[in-house]
């Protein structure tokens, strides 16, 4: 089979991002342009403001992977996008701007889901250091700022399917991370500040306990018990444990002192936020990302022993963290599970994920309907 070049386009949060990718194996070039300055005064993604950036940003990402990678509108085979899930507004960008481009040169469109995107970060980027190896079955796990969902990946031929087997109830784990980060000033997106800031304090200083959820819960009434156990996740108790803390502890002025410093800071560094950060702030963080860390890992391995996978998968914005990556590879470790993760640059949302994932599908020509158009919420199956 000759190789196959697929331009992504991804659309569906806060990055505009194009890429060209090799037969699902090798980046040529990855482009992603952030919205995170226009979102920061809001704490939090505003969906009109995203589907404004993406109009703005679309072409002249497009148009930067292409250059980046030496090719031309002409010379690619494919064309993928992502259809959800995601901010509808925000997809129709992408899915717009794609049908319209591949109607004008006669390619095939290729529509990828998000979430398995993320899933083909990984294998992508193993293929590329030379591991075809991957054990089966697989369980990715995939924590982002929308999502914290564990799935069953097999592969049968090129085709790919997934079993849903736990998610979030409430909050997602990026999204906890941002909410927090919030309630502390610590600017947007939380997360990466938070795993910053949680090096320089005390893990152990506050205990915050995690919901519990009986794995073999009925109340997903028309779940079979024959498609056996779930493992569900719920992130809203500990942003209101958090809250509570900071109520408590009497903090809310070190947080109003710090978010008027900071105000006077023209784009302020991950070192601006530590200096005006006291102790309690810390550890508190610290604290938080421990809980956050723990119940994840612990819930996945106890999801990967059930199911008796032979793999691991962590993947999504959260799987850029630098605990959630050592907790993971050393409990994994201990079980003799591997566990693998995509490089900082494709944990978070980028196209070259949705390029990969949706070489299997170009294979099997699984193009995009005339049709097509954004599913915010879009299952992945
Ligand atoms: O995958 P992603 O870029 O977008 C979604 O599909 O949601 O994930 C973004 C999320 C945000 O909530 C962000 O705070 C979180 O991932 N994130 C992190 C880190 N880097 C990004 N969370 C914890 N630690 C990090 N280093
Ligand atoms: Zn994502």
Known sequence: ???AFILGIESSCDETAAAVVRSGEQVISNVVYSQVATHLPYGGVVPELASREHLRAIVPVVRKALEDAGHTYESVDALAVTQGPGLAGSLLVGISYAKALAFAL??????VNHLEGHIH????????KGNHQLEFPVLALVVSGGHTHLYLAEQQAAAWTYRNIGHTRDDAAGEAFDKVAKLLALGYPGG???DYLARSGNPTAVNFPLSQIKHRDRRDSGTPAAQGPRFDFSYSGIKTSVLRYIETQ????????RRFALAGVQ??????????CDRRTLDLVASFQRAMVRDLVEKTLAAAREYNVATVFVTGGVAANSEVRQTFASAAASEGLPVYFPSRPLSTDNAAMIAAAAYPKFLAGRFAPDDLSAEASLPLR
């Not at 009497?250 to 002192?257: F, S």
Request: glycine fraction near 2%.
């Open 1 to 3: 089979m000759a190789d």
């Open 106 to 111: 006669e390619k095939p469109l290729v529509p």
């Open 267 to 276: 784009r302020p560094a991950p070192a601006d936020y530590l200096a005006n």
């Open 121 to 128: 970060a990984v294998l992508l980027e193993e293929r590329q």
């Open 250 to 257: 009497g903090m809310k002025d070190t947080i109003e002192a």
């Open 192 to 194: 990466p500040m938070i």
